[in-house]
């Protein structure tokens, strides 16, 4: 019988401070996929993104989970790269050091994803043809209760919205389950009516995809 996902107990987080790039050099095709980095010193359970990838594109931005970690090994809990291209040359993998809780979450949503719609219909079809194209970009929406002063988290994510840059996510379940995620953050809306408490929303546009595990 499956868990099914709860809304209690859930912790909302952002990253505060991240730590120093580990250098990978491999990342096999599998599920999951299990990443080499000599001396890597990583924890299991510790977050993180990959950047400057060569060869397996598809880790580029994408937010990753380790787990089984071994001297110059870490998998990436919840992460399928069978079908991912071949890695070549290497890559970093950044790890979060401390990180926000953002008390403040009320509701959080994951959407997009939809595949674009090519048209491969030719003059001897009588219907329309269609096919997937590339998918679109997911995203994040976090609906939030408004403070009268920003919280140190949100105050990091009303910083990287302005200078444009990405963060790192972690969402943690009641039973330990986990969605992570690297993206660019909006500037959180507000609104406030008579006898009503603030809300607002942010969404963060995803790289890569967000991984449920």
Known sequence: MPNFAKGRGVTVRVANVMTAAKTVTAVTKANPGVASSAAHGLANGAVGYFTNVTGMVQLEGQAAIVANQATGTFELRGLNTSSYSDFSGSCQFVPVSTWHVLSEVDQYSVG???ASELDTTCLVDVIARNENGLLAAQNVTLNVKSYTAPSAGMQAII??????????FDITLADGA???????????GESLGVNALGTGSLTVRVKGFVVAA
């Open 112 to 114: 997009g994803g939809e």
């Open 159 to 168: 910083d990287a919205a302005k200078a444009g840059v990405s963060l790192v």
């Open 178 to 188: 986990k969605r992570v995620f690297y993206g660019e953050p909006s500037m959180p």
